[in-house]
């Protein structure tokens, strides 16, 4: 609850004092330009950056693998791509930090550690590779959605067509 406070009150109102102080500095026209070339800017990069991460992520794909990091790369894009467009030069430099590779890495491989230690969360590769999505050779033969393939199930068949022309039969004779 504290975190959502602080993103939803606190961050907005550091936003506003530093884009009055900027405007002080430089000016208050010159202050919006620069917001909004830092948003044309952020989306640029932003679209160039998605680009490149979905074609590695179809790539993989076609070598039968799963892309894991691809997806988490697409996801921390997406989040860059609305700091970036936010008003504000707090929010710029963390949408610009996400933009980057070399950032986006470090921070992805951060979350997917964190993410283990929560809630007993596998990550964004390891829920795949549990239910046999592995590249190579495949370990567990369970489908996603369903039984694994050594499941036994127990039923009955009745075939409703045959004996209706049985039926059929014994009345015509």
């Known amino acids: 609850m504290a975190k959502l406070f602080l993103l939803f009150v606190i ?17 208050g026209w010159n202050t919006v330009a620069l917001v909004i070339l830092s948003a044309l800017v952020g989306a640029h990069l932003v679209r160039r950056e998605g680009l490149t991460t979905m074609a590695k992520a179809q790539q993989k794909m076609q070598e039968g693998q799963m892309p894991a990091e691809e997806l988490g790369a697409g996801l921390l894009l997406l989040i860059a791509g609305v700091l970036l467009v936010t008003p504000g030069f707090i929010t710029d430099i963390f949408g610009l930090l996400l933009t980057l590779p070399y950032t986006r890495g470090k921070l992805a491989k951060f979350v ?33 959605f369903g039984p694994k393939a050594d499941d036994i199930i ?14 059929t039969a014994d009345k015509t004779n």
Not at 154 to 167: A, L
Request: proline share 3%.
């Open 11 to 27: 961050m907005p109102i550091v936003e506003i004092a530093v884009l009055i102080n900027v405007g002080e500095i430089i000016g």
């Open 154 to 167: 127990d039923g009955e068949v009745v075939n409703k067509t045959s004996s209706i022309t049985s039926d």
């Open 112 to 144: 997917m550690q964190n993410m283990h230690m929560v809630g007993g969360a596998r990550g964004f590769s390891g829920g795949f590779e549990a239910r046999g999505f592995h590249s190579g050779t495949q370990h567990d033969t369970r489908s996603p």
